[in-house]
């Protein structure tokens, strides 16, 4: 195993890639009473296209697929693992990304039932036609419950907007009709490709053992003869710099209109430090200009355009980024017309020193925090894994922005003609 120690956090990460490409990080916590295990896989809803690394042929599965697995891998022909979790007084839980699949656990007892339980369960699927077919009747009735949910329309509308041809557009949990295209067949063909251990990776953090709990991965994985597979080539279609319509609204049961509007990233492709660097910039250049203490907040508030509920975030992946500012508003059009009037001075002038300075130390202040949870630990670790990003890289990347880059990157990222508005309206 690595061993990795950050001297201003005093965590230490243990780290090794076994021979069947999975890698394996344990967050020492001494003193922690509970500890979390975490199994994720490189997986997500945008990955329908891909080339079979078996057979070398394009493949295409109906969208929402790889939400329809995350539901099914609790399901065992001896009854559900959520139950048992529960018997060993653990939560457990999964979710779906458009970019990967996680499954966790958390506990203050029984660790290495839990774990042990953990790893076999999501490396040994069971489907039958049935259980197909009544997962299809329970995840239909999810997608159409959100249909008329207003935040969750809110989001996919400004995607939809905001993106041409890219999946991202498509909702995670697919469409009434593509799951019904799904088969027990298509769902082990997906689990062999894309939880290989080549393709996943396994986070714990708490006072656990770090060797014992190598040596638990290590047994746990032996079990299975893993072939060699070689990496996944993911089939994406050709996105252009545009985006797709410049406004989208709807009507549903709202007490006022929702607001979102967003800005389309064409600086995508980006991995590593270079992703981690426009990450951190973008959230501090969204702080900067418009969070609780800027000038822009104040007049926005006083003026009865936003409350408390208004915010904003990035969502950089890579091959998609994007920004976007959202809340309840008595005025979406008079909102958007403010606040893109005052992120094109901000373009123009240039971030105050002082309000960057502000938001950088804000930045540095939330990701130390985080450290010291172990459920976002989990997740940045997760996250920043599958994007080349390590945990320990975080905080140096924060503490190195500077003023002269985060202007170039508010002149490039926030463009006017790459922004669309989603607004839900009262029926």
């Keep these: 195993m690595e061993k990795h120690y950050d001297p201003l956090l005093k965590d230490t990460l243990f780290t090794e890639k076994l021979e069947n490409g999975l890698t394996v990080a344990i967050l020492h916590k001494p003193g922690y009473k509970s500890a979390t295990g975490r199994i994720a896989t490189h ?37 559900n693992v959520s139950d048992r979790f529960s018997e060993l007084g653990a939560e457990s839980n999964a979710y779906t990304t458009y970019t990967h699949t996680e499954y966790h656990f958390n506990t203050t007892q029984n660790f290495d039932e839990c774990f ?23 995840i ?5 419950m959100y249909l008329d949910d207003p935040g969750w329309r809110s989001n996919a509308n400004l995607l ?14 697919g469409t009434v009709e593509s799951i019904h295209k799904i088969t027990k067949e298509t769902l082990y063909l997906c689990h062999s490709t894309f939880y290989h251990p080549s393709n996943m990776v396994v986070f714990v953090a708490g006072d656990v053992d770090p060797e014992k709990v190598m040596a638990m991965v290590k047994a746990s994985f032996a079990k299975k ?7 996944i080539k993911r089939i994406l279609p050709d996105e252009p710099a545009t985006v797709a319509e410049r ?23 980006l991995t ?30 006083e003026a009865g355009l936003i409350d408390h509920r208004f915010g904003f975030e990035f969502s950089p992946e890579e091959s998609y980024a994007y920004s976007h500012f959202a809340g309840p508003t008595r005025d979406p059009k008079e909102l958007e017309a403010r606040l893109l009037a005052g992120i ?25 925090g985080i450290m010291n949870d172990l459920d976002s630990a989990a997740y940045m670790y997760i996250d920043g894994f599958f994007k080349g990003v390590g945990l320990f890289d975080l905080i140096p990347a924060a503490q190195g922005l500077t003023l002269e880059a985060a202007n170039e990157r508010l002149r490039a990222h926030f463009d006017p003609a790459r922004t669309a508005v989603s607004i839900i309206y009262p029926k």
């Design 225 to 231: 003869q893993y072939a060699k597979q070689a990496e």
């Design 272 to 301: 590593g430090k270079e992703l981690l660097e426009q990450d951190l910039l973008t959230a501090v250049i969204l702080d900067a200009i418009c969070g609780r203490a800027t000038d822009l907040y104040t007049q926005l508030y």
């Design 344 to 368: 094109e001075e901000a373009r123009k002038k240039g971030l105050d020193p002082a309000a960057f300075d502000r938001a950088k130390k804000k930045t540095v202040g939330r990701l130390v």
């Design 43 to 79: 997986y997500g809803s945008i990955d329908a296209d891909f080339v079979d690394p078996k057979t070398g042929q394009e493949t295409h599965v109906p969208d929402g697929i790889a939400h329809f697995l995350e539901h099914k891998l609790f399901e065992k022909e001896w009854g």
């Design 247 to 269: 406004t989208r609204t709807q009507k549903l049961v709202v007490n006022q209109p929702l607001f979102r509007l967003g800005f389309k990233d064409d600086k995508v492709g």
């Design 140 to 144: 239909e009735q999810e997608i159409r």
């Design 160 to 173: 939809e907007a905001l993106y041409v041809n890219h999946p991202v557009k498509i909702d995670i949990a």
């Design 116 to 138: 042990d339980l953990l790893l076999d369960y999501v490396q040994n699927p069971w489907f039958t036609d049935e259980s197909v077919a009544k997962e299809q009747g329970i």
